[in-house]
């Protein structure tokens, strides 16, 4: 069996004669010499071919390639010192397996809704690519993360009865002789594997049938959800923090070939790996916003606009903590020291992003928790097997939830979190 070379292994195989197989980005030629454009899914390079080098026919082949002709190819890998990626091949052989003409996602500019129509095939391109590759490693960091911390993965079902977020921004859908939801959260469910488990994560799509067309929103995106028994908010937070932290240095650590093909300053990530976010309470934050002469009140919830001046102060996350209760969901544990505050905290990134992270300590008491729901106006009949956990068992607990292409976006510097997800869903747009 062949073995096949990745293009990102390059470094291990200087010098060596290997067999690669990969597709054409673009191309170039100066007479007797042509230069390929190369990917392979793993990296981008050059492969370099000389009339002197290779038969005739061979030469006359490459010079037919179309974008995204798919070969195999033989040569050998070299240093290259001028380009970024730092090797190139000098081919000798190749093979094609599919050339055609009129690959839609040119080398040109393109606007965002062409691409968005072609996402099947942009995906291809470099920029994408380093996206997709981010979105992997924060991935892995975060199972990474959470397995070391003594946590299990935890899956919550996608369809449902019980709206855990509100009833207002929910997908409805015909179940046999009953209705169901599609999950805007599984923190209920991760509620449930707290007390059965200690602590748990669940990571999976969420949805949410908000009528907002702005850069921080999809109908379908991506949620972890940890949920830690016996745990305090105040310990909650400084495990948001080491946990952001990690994956922060994860990137880093990972990821330098990418941040560059995305032109990410990676010194703008690293003040995260430092931990020390600031806990700024919600009275401040609206202190702050009104000497800005922003126009808000105490009791009022942060518009975009004022998420992204308040992130635009620091240059890590931070944590605005004890929002009032009258704007968030009816399972948060009141803040004993000012009952008209829940005991939560919303993590807002730097640079302008806003919040990427929400969470709290739930109410574990039956009787509070029920007066909350009847207080929400939600049913408790619908909430019955969620009372079941203050009736047996109920401990103190807390936990949050991470909007996964909102930390892309930021850690990519994304302009909006459609880029974020390899097939994004919104207002409008369901396909590809
Ligand atoms: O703040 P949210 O609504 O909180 C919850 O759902 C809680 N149940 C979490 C928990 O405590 N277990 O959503 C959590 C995060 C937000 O901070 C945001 O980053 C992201 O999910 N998010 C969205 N991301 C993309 N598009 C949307 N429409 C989003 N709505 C929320
Ligand atoms: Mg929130």
């Given at each position: 069996m062949t073995e096949y070379v990745a293009i990102k292994d390059s470094a291990k195989h200087v010098g060596e004669t290997v067999k690669m197989h990969v597709w054409l980005t673009d191309k170039r030629s100066s007479g007797k010499i042509m230069f390929l454009q190369l990917r392979d899914g793993s990296a981008f390079f050059q492969g370099v071919i000389r009339k002197e080098d290779v038969s005739e026919e061979t030469f006359q082949t490459a010079k037919g390639l179309h974008q995204e002709a798919s070969f195999y190819v033989t040569g050998t890998i070299n240093e290259d010192k001028r380009s970024k990626f730092g090797y190139e091949l000098q081919i000798s052989d190749l093979e094609v397996v599919s050339n055609r003409e009129g690959f839609p996602v040119t080398n040109k500019e393109h606007g965002i809704d062409f691409l968005l129509d072609h996402r099947h095939l942009w995906l291809r391109s470099r920029r994408p690519f380093a996206i997709m590759q981010i979105r992997n490693t924060l991935f892995k960091a975060t199972v990474d993360f959470f397995e070391k911390e003594g946590f299990i993965k935890f899956d919550a079902p996608l369809?449902?009865?019980?709206a855990p977020e509100g009833t207002t921004e929910l997908f409805h859908t015909e179940y046999f002789e009953t209705d169901a939801y599609l999950s805007q959260s599984g923190q209920l469910y991760g509620e449930v594997g707290a007390e059965a488990f200690g602590k748990i994560f669940t990571f999976g799509p969420t949805f949410r049938a908000e009528a907002s067309k702005t850069r921080r929103h999809l109908t379908e995106f991506w949620m972890m959800e940890p949920e830690m028994a016996w745990m305090h908010q105040d310990e909650s937070l400084d495990l948001q923090e080491r946990f952001l932290a990690y994956i922060t240095g994860q990137v880093l650590e990972k990821n330098q070939y990418e941040l560059e093909i995305l032109g990410r300053d990676p010194e703008k990530l690293r003040p995260t790996t430092e931990g020390n976010f600031v806990r700024l309470d919600y009275g401040e934050a609206i202190k702050m916003l009104q000497e800005a002469g922003r126009e808000i009140q105490w009791g009022d919830d942060f518009g975009a606009p004022d998420e992204a001046y308040l992130a635009n102060q620091f240059d890590r996350p931070f944590f605005i903590v004890n929002y009032p209760t009258a704007i968030k969901p009816f399972y948060m544990k009141k803040n004993p020291e000012n009952p008209k505050t829940y005991l939560c905290a919303d993590v807002l990134a730097p640079e302008g992003y806003g919040e990427i992270m929400g969470g709290s300590e739930r109410e574990s008491d039956y009787e509070v928790l029920k007066a909350q729901l009847e207080e929400a106006g939600l049913s408790l009949e619908t909430y019955n097997w969620y009372l079941d956990l203050r009736r047996y068992g109920s401990v103190p607990h807390s936990g949050f939830g991470m909007g996964f292409e909102r930390v892309i976006a930021w850690i990519c510097k994304l302009d909006h979190v459609r880029e974020a997800i390899p097939f994004p869903r919104m207002m409008t747009r369901i396909e590809p």
């Open positions: 369809l449902m009865h019980t």
